[in-house]
């Protein structure tokens, strides 16, 4: 069914400086020299400019002689530092910047760095796989404890959710309790999980309470230093052309898994916790919220962001609403479809794609299933991924793309596979991975039709050929990286990618090998998703999960 939502879906009050949203040319220029400890300028040093008020930070690196130079600062007051080599600056008092005008800081290199961060997984140690990754074929993964809750697990939530998973998951009694409250509503609109009776949830909450409690005289690991993850040596002069703009989210636990950019150029993210949809506008750098209409359940978990082809905005509410969204830019009216009974009831996913008929398609990571919506009928298509059917195991599918026949791509991350849906039949042909323990993420689909596929484990980009399946092996100059996706430019032929281990994002040119990397502003800023800007290809949005922070890396040469 249908409903749409008129009224104003509620523009929450949350605008990062609403006095540039009427002044979008409001801007001062920032310039600088940068020395190390004995006076010398020093070329390829990162600086980095913040705004609390706005919540609003930026990264130039530093050219000849050491200058820098930023000409996009809104009107305000920004602390300045600079990272560089084996030394950092200490952080400057606040430099107002006034519109129009321009405001000069030089910073010295007098502060040893803390040490670097080693490559990992965000809040894990290095090396620490996931529980997608443990679950995977060849990956082994650890085993359900005895007890009296074991048997429960089996029988009802594994339908859902596999051993690794749950073991991998610490907590308290509250904590336990409050998860199965929540798988509860989950389970409402699956055609296989089965609800708990009250002395099912009684054994299992003294079960997991019991075997998978936190570790004894565990403590969170302290965060880290947020520039451990820049690089030691200077950045050579053909790397120093780019910039680094982003925006922290008023709700540091929002989880902005995904982000898009409309056909204006704005880049959009949907909060995985915090349940919204926001925007921050590439001219003004004002930030806004939309509220989602109001359903069921207030646990709202919007996830899968992606531009439509009339430029409207498709999302997924991926928690007990069973709900996609679609949301028009130009009106800011959500319009709301609500998904049929499935395996899971979350009917969630990370990854929607938009084919070029106007179906959307959604890789279903909780339920073995694919689904595909036609906005025209409202009609869904649920497809069961065979792999995971065969093996009585969810295959999590996760990635997607389109290839060059208008046919669909999923990655079945626990098989090691890919595989391709006709799009008139539903039939799937399954594909082995070419490469040991790839941890496949996210796809894309080239200016040829062909395929890529980010390999998290790997380290790696694989292209597949769509019409042979030859698959050739893409390996980016930071080691341990987390190949996490891959995006094209398909203007100028250039694959997009994040290393997500290492804090970069990178872009390959397929025809001659070459790579560049960009390093972002920041330790574990956690990206898992990039959109290119339609408006300018030199710009290429991103959205960090943890860190619950949106922005873009822009190339100025």
Known sequence: MQKSCLAALALVATVSWSALASAQDAVGTLTGVITDAAGAPVAGAFVQMKNAE?????????????????????????VVQAIGGERQSAPSSA??????????????LTVERAAPLAPAWPGRRPGERGAEAAAAVGGGGPRLADGDGKAIIEAKCMSCHDAARIVRSRGNEARWQQTLRTMTLYAQGSTIAKPLTADEEKTLLTYLAANYAPAPGATA????????????????????????????????????????????????????????????????????????????????RLNGIRRGNEGELWMVDGGPNRRWLSFSPKTERFTVYDVPPTRSGTASGNTMRVHPDNTVWLAAIGSNQVIRLDPATKQFTIYDVPVGVKNNKNATPYGMAIDGDGDIWVVENAFDQIARIDRKT????????SVKDPV??????DW????????????????????????????????????????PDLKNRLMWTTLHHVDKLARLDPATGKWAEYPLMMAETDVRR?????????????????????GYVELLQ
């Not at 706005?54 to 920004?78: C, D, H, S, W």
């Open 448 to 487: 040829d039709g062909n395929l890529w596929v980010g390999l998290h484990g790997a380290g790696k980009l694989l292209r597949v050929d769509y019409k042979t399946q030859k698959m050739t092996e893409f390996t980016p100059p930071s080691e341990d990286s987390g190949v996490y996706l891959a995006e």
């Open 440 to 445: 496949a993420r996210k796809l894309g689909a």
């Open 95 to 108: 430099v107002e910047v006034a519109a129009g005008k321009s405001a000069s800081v030089d910073l010295s």
């Open 530 to 550: 990039i959109d290119l800007d339609p408006t300018n290809p030199n710009r290429v949005w991103y959205s960090g999960v943890l860190s619950s922070r949106i």
């Open 221 to 300: 690991r302290a965060k880290p230093d947020p520039f451990s993850r820049l690089p030691r040596t200077l950045v050579p002069p053909e790397a120093r052309g780019y910039m680094v703009v982003e925006y922290e989210l008023p709700n540091a636990r929002a989880e902005p898994h995904e982000v898009a950019v409309d056909s204006e150029g704005n880049g959009w993210v949907t909060q995985r916790l915090g349940g919204r949809l926001g925007r921050l506008d590439r001219k003004t750098l004002a930030y806004v919220e939309y509220e989602p209409p109001a359903a069921s359940s207030p646990n709202v």
């Open 54 to 78: 706005r919540r609003l930070n930026f990264m130039v690196i530093t050219q000849e002689q050491g200058k820098f130079t930023n000409g996009r600062l809104p009107a305000g007051k920004y």
């Open 426 to 433: 539903g039939k799937f042909d399954e594909y082995p991975l």
